[in-house]
């Protein structure tokens, strides 16, 4: 696993030289995403993770960094037994960066990471990270796709995959 993180690691950073960068500083951006998520670890033996949605706010500090902060539900499915199933629904409130790789006005590469906290019943600490790939449909506007890996830092150190969907929406006066 650890081979394969670092690999798509490496891949991304050799395509970042691809294409210019266009300048991120000043830039706003809003963005809402759907997704699913998959539970890895012994955490998820009797939870099952599922539906992921939310919305973030980034603003570029330098040419190639936006920083923001994200609100996000996430869905788990709960075995019982033979009481059966229960559902829950957390939030999770994090800080997130977003380093521009390439990005053009058509779309391109951004490499994320965040730190924060998971919610539910008893709230925990986590990492995250991933990529987020856009595509332009308008001036403004930009679909993306993003897969994220999510470390929560707890007693038993669950990990998530998600793979999220979304629109960024761009505005004031740099966008």
């Known amino acids: 696993m650890k081979r394969v993180l670092l690999s798509a ?3 991304v950073f050799l395509m970042s030289g691809a294409a210019m960068a266009i300048d991120q500083e000043g830039k706003m951006i809003a963005s809402g995403f759907l997704g699913y998520t998959f539970g890895f670890g012994d955490a998820f033996e009797y939870i099952d993770a599922g539906l992921n949605f939310g919305g973030s706010y980034h603003y570029g500090i330098t040419e190639k960094y936006l ?3 994200e609100l996000s539900f996430q869905t788990y499915k709960f075995d019982l037994g033979p009481l059966g199933d229960h559902s829950e629904t957390e939030l ?3 800080a997130t960066a977003l380093m521009d790789l390439n990005t053009t006005d058509e779309g391109g590469l951004f490499l994320t990471g ?3 906290i998971y919610g539910g019943e008893s709230s925990s600490f986590g ?3 991933g990529i ?3 595509k332009a ?3 403004t506007i930009k679909l993306f796709g993003m897969p994220r890996l999510h470390i929560i830092l707890d007693d038993n150190t669950p990990m998530m ?3 999220s969907v979304g629109a960024q929406f761009g505005f004031g006066d740099r966008y």
Do not use: K, Q, R
């Open 67 to 69: 920083v923001g902060g």
């Open 132 to 134: 987020v790939y856009t």
């Open 9 to 11: 690691v490496v891949i």
């Open 127 to 129: 990492i995250n990270g």
């Open 137 to 139: 449909v308008a001036e």
């Open 92 to 94: 999770n409130i994090l």
């Open 161 to 163: 995959l998600s793979l």
């Open 114 to 116: 965040g730190v924060g």
